[in-house]
């Protein structure tokens, strides 16, 4: 039944909009900000649990359009709610092979029949009518280039935060899951395993720097009608302008402008660890 589907919505040109930066940059309430307000489609956490069979799930527990009445609370990248948006990372480990690390070499993704995952993204966009949004930051992050050839009408919205705030954050998640600073999260850039006896503070800038090279790379070889950047603090400070810009890039038309014209939001930029580890997070982002 899903393979029906995904031949009837095959071919779909509504564009498929991807969701990149580092961890903790901002993504999560971006990726719920344009769930609820922009006129897009997205899989949602009921959705997820169907990974197989999106098109199925979609018929099933799929909701576009917006106006959901979200709530922007969010566990680490975890939202919750079934109408909620979901990373959707079961899919994307159900197609690829991403065990060791998620920079892939070319012989690593060679290994990967990408047909299936192009065919299930196109015919969900197909399915909803709207642009499809996605976001998965480890699976997608370093494989811009790749997916942009893959899927022909592929976008990228680069949400970018004071890389000290993100370090912060993500050795902050890392003290609450695992009780250790010292114990690797979220994104693996590929010389990950080299880095594993380093101090905290240096293996966390190493990832989000090598997350933000990786992109930036990516980005500069990308048509500029493809790729659009944007900041955090602009995201918190102006979320209206900033969420109108998104949904020109987007395609996507503005569910209820009352709604977003009253929005108001708050950046979390404060420091909150200890004077030596602030110092010891701006040496390691020295250039």
Known sequence: MDALLRRKYAGAKEPIVFIVGAPRSGTTVLYQLMAEHLDVGFVNNKMARYFAAPLIAAMLHGRAGGGHELDLASEYGRTSGERSPHEFSWFWHYHGDFLLHDDLSADERDRIDWQPIKH?????????????????????????????????????????????????????????????????????????????????????????????????????????????????????SKPGETLRRVARFAGAGIVDDGKLDALTLRARNEKTVDDQTWDEIRVALAP
């Open 120 to 236: 299930a993204l196109e015919a969900l966009a197909g399915y909803f009518k709207r642009p499809l949004l996605i976001k998965n930051l480890n699976s997608v992050a370093y494989q811009i280039p790749w997916l942009q050839e893959l899927l022909p009408t592929a976008k990228f919205i680069w949400i970018r935060r004071d890389e000290r705030f993100t370090v912060q954050s993500i050795l902050r998640v890392r003290e609450d899951q695992y009780g250790d600073r010292g114990v690797w999260w979220s994104v693996r850039p590929r010389d990950a395993a080299e880095w594993r006896d380093k101090p905290a503070v240096e293996q966390v800038a190493h990832q989000v720097t090598d997350i933000c090279v990786a992109i930036e790379s990516a980005f500069a070889s990308l048509p500029t009608d493809r790729q659009l950047e944007l900041d955090y603090e602009s995201l918190m």
